[in-house]
């Protein structure tokens, strides 16, 4: 079992753009994720709709910006090639544990009526299908950037790609605030067996496949627990943008 080919060594320091890139994932983006999550608990939660549109947008900056990093740092993520049938076999088994594991935490979430988890909860049919595609955006994104670009120059900074991959799999749930302390642990833990599945694989597909179907299975066991518990997570959304949960 080979290592992708962008966690080979021995390998040159990254340069500057490389070091800009892990200081902005690594810094700025966890720092961002807990301000957004101390702002949604003073004041009410923004239009899930708006807040979608505005994800998919930062999923595309963060994409665009890995892209160039790893052509600029020759990290050869890119193209990623089609996974084998025992690797999707993998991701599948992986995607049905963490929804095992997840969804005591999400039950626990709907219950306690945290608002933040609103924005997790898609409502009628745009809201679904912005959320597919959101979920699908943030699979071939956050892949490329966490389990790419930035395993391959940590990977490159500290000699070994196992270091590398739990910093990576530690920034990666700090960047995942917003949704609470348990699931930021659990988003870790899986975070570190994605690295084994594109280890085990050489390349990201696998991952990004997984990565895609476990969050629009997420958003939508959010949004049936809300309802099966009778919570309108429609009541703080403003009018004119909240959608029916039919």
């Known amino acids: 079992m080979s290592p992708p080919p962008w966690l080979a060594l021995p390998a040159p320091l990254p340069g ?5 890139f892990m200081a902005f994932m690594l810094l700025l983006v966890p720092w961002a994720a807990f ?3 101390k702002r949604f608990a003073s ?5 899930r709709m708006r807040v979608m549109k505005s994800t998919l947008a930062q999923q595309a900056l963060f994409g665009g910006l890995a892209w160039l990093t790893s052509r600029l ?3 050869w993520v890119t193209p990623v090639a089609a996974p084998s049938r025992e690797a999707l076999a993998g991701a599948a088994v992986v995607v049905a544990v963490a929804v095992l594991a997840m969804r005591p935490v999400w039950r626990r979430a709907v219950a306690l009526r945290q608002s933040r988890t609103m924005l997790l909860m898609p409502q009628g049919p745009k809201e679904r299908a912005m959320w597919v595609l959101v979920s699908a955006a943030a699979g071939v994104s956050e892949e490329l950037v966490w389990r790419g670009v930035l395993w391959g120059l940590l990977t490159r900074v500290t000699g070994n790609a196992i270091t590398a991959a739990f910093v990576c799999s530690s920034f990666f749930a700090l960047a995942h605030a917003l949704q609470g302390w348990r699931s930021m642990l659990l988003i870790g833990v899986f975070s570190a067996i994605f690295h084994l599945m594109v280890w085990a694989s050489g390349t990201l597909a696998a991952a990004m496949v997984a990565h895609a179907v476990y969050d629009v299975i997420a958003g939508f066991t959010y949004a049936k627990m809300a309802r099966e518990t009778g919570w309108d997570v429609n009541a703080e959304v403003a009018p004119a943008e909240a959608q029916p949960a039919d």
């Open 16 to 20: 500057p753009i490389g070091w800009y």
């Open 35 to 37: 301000r957004t999550r």
């Open 43 to 47: 004041r009410d939660v923004p239009p």
């Open 73 to 75: 740092e020759w990290l």
